[in-house]
Structures are given as C-alpha cells and as structure tokens.
C-alpha cells in the first residue's frame, strides 16, 4: 500500500468513526412525552397463562397519533408470537425490570414476539423477551425473532434481555431487495443482551446508521451460523455506517462477528470476542472495516480473518491470543511455511486477495 493510499484510508476511516460516534442518538421522538397506557388497564393478567397479546395490542393502539408510553409492569406475558406484538411510530415500550414478554409455544417457521415495522421513532426499554425453542412444536424454519426491526427508522431498544428464540434474538433489515429496498436507519441497541437464541444473536440486513453498543451477544446455538452478530445484508441490499463498540461476543457456536459482502463502513472497537467456536471476527468481501482496541481471545479459528477480496481494513491496537485453538496443527504449519499472516497467522489471519490492510498497534 503506497503512502498516499494509507494516507487517504486513514482519513477516511477516522471520518467514518467520529461520524458514527458522535451522531445523535434520537431524533426528537415524543413517545416519552405523551400519554402514558398501562397494559394492565387493557386487561392484560402477566400471571405466565393467560395470552395477553391483545391487550398489549390494545394499550398500544389506546396512544394517539403523537405517541406516548405503554407500561408493562412486573409479570409473566404471554405472547401470541403468530400475531405479534406491533408497535406504532412515536411510541416508547416500557418494561419493567421484572417484566417479561414470553413466546407462547407454536410450529411456525418464522414468528415474532415484537415487531417495528415501518416506522419511526420508537424506543423499547427493559424487561426481558423469551422465546419457546425449548417448547418448539416444530421441526423446520430457523426465523423466530425476539425483536424484529424492518424499515423502521429512529428506533432504541435499550437495556433489554432476549433469550431461548427459535431464530434470531433480534433482526434489523428493510423491506424489498436490492435498489427497491426500504432501509431501516438510524438504529440504537444499547445494554441489550441477547443469549441462548438457536441462529443468531443480532442478525443485520440492509440498513444505515445503525450503533451496537454495551451490549453481550452469547451462547448461541441450534442452526448455523449461530454467531453472535451476522451482518449479512447478502443480495438483498445496502448495509453501510455500523458502530460495534463497548460489546462483548462469547460463547457462540459460530463466530463472535461475521461480516459478508454489500457491507460498508463497520468500526468494531473496545470489544471483547472470546470463546466462540469460530472466528472471532470474520469479514469476507466487505469493504471499509476498522478492528480497534478489542480483546480477541480463545477463539477457536483464527482471531480475526480478513477474506475473499475485503478491502480498505485497519486492525490497530488489539490484542489477539489463544486463537486458533481448533487447528492447532494448521497453525504451527502456517508459523513454519511463512504462510500469509507470519508468525500470528492464528490470531490474524490476511488473505492473499485482500487490499490496502493497516496493520498496526496489537498486542500478539
């Protein structure tokens, strides 16, 4: 890579990080401000039996058009996850600490407990969401989704637990394919935690502006890839500004982070990727990464891996050990033919059709 190439990638991915660091985490959503409907009101019992899916629906839908607040006191909900549970624009969900949305069981191939759907402004807000993988009444399909965010624009989901889906703990993508996609933009994930979920824990699809941040993304596991975060736009369209940043990946059967082609623009930094299965940070065919300051450790592939033709890549100041741990013997024969990657072929790993990759700043 010429001097003036680096240069002009340096630049332009301190730009991309400052951008995606400091842009505003809401857009003036009213949902806080307005009226205030408790579920309870709408006869919703949270006593772990009765399905309290329309009530839920019903305080939702109880909001005027300017918004407001529903309020889920401490109990057990059970969700109709066929029907879901679909929010409104300029409406805040509000979960107690104690409160907890619950899958009832069903043999769908796709379901969600919560959907936000074309719209905006939108915040959901603690409590927890549990799917029914354990109580599946079917044998196919890999998309339950605990949250499911399609071409929605402005939406925080803040402070809440999603565990046990038959698929994803959460999906954030559009609607439509390709040039015709509806974005969904401008979405914050924030002290979440998403574990035990069979495919994935967070799932991106075609978006712009999204934050992933302080969140843990665990032990999944049941149907591939079972990563702990999937940014796999793929055909369908457009994935470009993402920030990982602050959040910890363990545990997955997968990967901690794979990242796949039509994919643009992703800083992942100050994480910490340890024991997953796979990689713990795969980026094949994408464009514009910045690896910084994350612990990557204990992986069972390489600790991170540049593939295919991904370009404009800095990895700086990481630190990277005990990878590679599941081919050991490939490592020791990579250390000793010189093979791409030197002698810390396990822990990062550069792939011969790679471009304009800094490396600099880790910690081996």
């Known amino acids: 890579m010429s001097a003036a190439a680096r240069r002009e990638f340096l630049r332009r991915s301190l730009a991309l990080g400052a951008a995606v660091l400091f842009a505003p985490l809401s857009r003036g959503s009213s949902a806080a401000t307005g009226k205030v409907v408790d579920v309870r009101s709408k006869g919703a019992r949270g006593d772990g039996h009765s399905d309290d899916t329309a009530a839920i629906q019903a305080a939702i839908d109880a909001l005027p058009a300017g918004?407001?607040?529903?309020?889920?006191?401490?109990?057990?909900?059970?969700?109709?996850?066929?029907?879901?549970?679909?929010?409104?624009?300029?409406?805040?969900l509000e979960l107690a600490p104690d409160a907890q949305l619950t899958a009832l069981p069903n043999a769908l191939r796709r379901y969600h407990v919560i959907r936000v759907w074309r719209v905006q402004n939108v915040q959901i807000v603690g409590g927890r969401i549990v799917g029914e993988r354990d109580q599946h009444q079917g044998d196919t399909g890999e998309w339950g989704y605990g949250i499911n965010i399609q071409a929605a624009r402005n939406v925080t989901v803040d402070g809440t637990h999603i565990s046990d889906c038959w698929g994803d703990g959460m999906w954030i993508g559009a609607f439509g394919r390709g040039a015709n996609a509806d974005l969904?933009?401008?979405?914050?994930?924030?002290?979440?935690?998403?574990?035990?979920?069979?495919?994935?824990?967070?799932?991106?699809?075609?978006?712009?502006?999204?934050?992933?941040?302080?969140?843990?993304?665990?032990?999944?596991?049941?149907?591939?890839?079972?990563?702990?975060?999937?940014?796999?736009?793929?055909?369908?369209?457009?994935?470009?500004?993402?920030?990982?940043?602050?959040?910890?990946?363990?545990?997955?059967?997968?990967?901690?982070?794979?990242?796949?082609?039509?994919?643009?623009?992703?800083?992942?930094?100050?994480?910490?990727?340890?024991?997953?299965?796979?990689?713990?940070?795969?980026?094949?065919?994408?464009?514009?990464l910045w690896v910084d300051g994350n612990t990557i450790t204990g992986n069972g592939l390489n600790g991170v891996k540049l593939a295919g033709h991904t370009r404009d890549v800095k990895v700086t100041g990481n630190t990277l050990s005990s990878n590679s741990t599941r081919s050991l013997r490939r490592s020791l024969k990579a250390l000793a033919s010189g093979a791409p990657g030197g002698p810390h072929a396990a822990q990062l790993q550069i792939g011969k059709n790679t471009s304009n990759v800094h490396v600099s700043g880790n910690v081996f």
């Open 184 to 288: 969904s933009e401008d979405v914050t994930v924030r002290n979440v935690v998403c574990t035990n979920n069979r495919r994935q824990g967070l799932s991106v699809g075609p978006c712009k502006r999204v934050r992933i941040l302080d969140s843990t993304f665990s032990d999944t596991h049941g149907t591939a890839p079972q990563s702990g975060i999937d940014l796999e736009p793929m055909r369908q369209g457009e994935a470009s500004d993402l920030l990982i940043q602050g959040c910890t990946m363990t545990g997955n059967k997968g990967c901690g982070l794979e990242i796949h082609h039509s994919v643009s623009g992703v800083v992942v930094r100050q994480c910490t990727i340890r024991d997953n299965a796979g990689y713990g940070v795969l980026a094949a065919q994408m464009t514009d």
């Open 67 to 92: 918004g407001g607040t529903v309020r889920v006191p401490a109990g057990n909900y059970m969700v109709d996850a066929s029907r879901a549970i679909s929010l409104r624009s300029n409406v805040r």
